[in-house]
């Protein structure tokens, strides 16, 4: 199960967040209440930066948990320990 997002990747206020986004990423999700591990990729073949925003194919690395549970206009977060670095919101769900 993939989503298509289109997510806002956020200033962060922190001296030690080396923001660097690439294709094909490894990230933290939450929605509602429960947080995965998911794959981020994009069609850009360039790096994003802080305060872009961009159509982004959020794969799941485990789909049964999330079966019924998305839908389009779901908003989420992506984050890694306790840096919220993106928030978004699903435009499309696959199946």
């Known amino acids: 199960m993939d989503i298509l997002a289109r997510v806002n990747f ?12 690439v294709s094909g990423f490894r ?3 939450n929605y509602g209440t429960t947080n995965f591990s998911c794959l ?4 850009e073949s360039r790096e ?7 159509n982004c194919e959020i794969s799941f690395l485990t ?4 079966i019924g549970k998305l839908a389009k206009g779901l908003e ?3 984050f890694s320990g306790n840096v919220v670095f993106a928030k978004g ?4 769900v696959s199946e």
């Open 48 to 54: 994003i930066k802080q305060g872009e925003t961009v």
């Open 10 to 21: 956020l200033e962060v206020n922190n001296k030690n967040w080396n923001a660097k986004y």
């Open 76 to 78: 989420f977060t992506l």
């Open 89 to 92: 919101i699903v435009n499309f």
């Open 27 to 29: 990230s933290n999700i």
């Open 63 to 66: 789909h049964e948990p999330h």
């Open 40 to 43: 981020v990729a994009f069609e």
